[in-house]
């Protein structure tokens, strides 16, 4: 079992920025990918970003590319997304999510990871 838990959502207005935490606890040494989904009200959930537990190489989604920044720190168990230049339409609660099966393919599903966390709102005012 791998628990998740993230923070640092809150309210920003367009052009802000924020960075949001994940803390994985648990049996984290199995793991392989952690990666950031987010859905909006009426949406479905979609991919963010995600980078390897190991290696660190990195994957984003088109609609975040060159804006968001996903890192993690080993040591402290732990993944960030910067977010930078934000804007309306990234508002979603996001969610970070562990994937410890190794499967073929980048990991953009959610049905390719086993863990979520709680999930934390991100509102950005225009």
């Known amino acids: 079992q791998v628990q998740l838990v993230e923070s640092g959502g809150g309210l920003v207005q367009a052009g802000g920025s924020l960075r949001l935490s994940c803390a994985a606890s648990?049996?984290?040494?199995?793991?392989?990918?952690l990666g950031w989904f987010r859905q909006a009200p009426g949406k479905e959930r979609e991919f963010v970003a995600r980078?390897?537990?190991?290696?660190?190489?990195?994957y984003y989604a088109d609609s975040v590319k060159g804006r968001f920044t996903i890192s993690r720190d080993y040591a402290k168990n732990t993944v960030y997304l910067q977010m930078n230049s934000l804007k309306p339409e990234d508002t979603a609660v996001y969610y970070c999510?562990?994937?410890?099966?190794?499967?073929?393919?980048?990991?953009?599903?959610?049905?390719?990871?086993?863990?979520w966390g709680q999930g934390t709102q991100v509102t950005v005012s225009s």
């Open positions: 999510a562990a994937a410890n099966v190794a499967r073929p393919g980048v990991y953009r599903r959610a049905s390719e990871y086993d863990y």
């Open positions: 648990g049996r984290t040494r199995s793991t392989y990918v």
């Open positions: 980078i390897s537990w190991s290696g660190g190489s990195t």
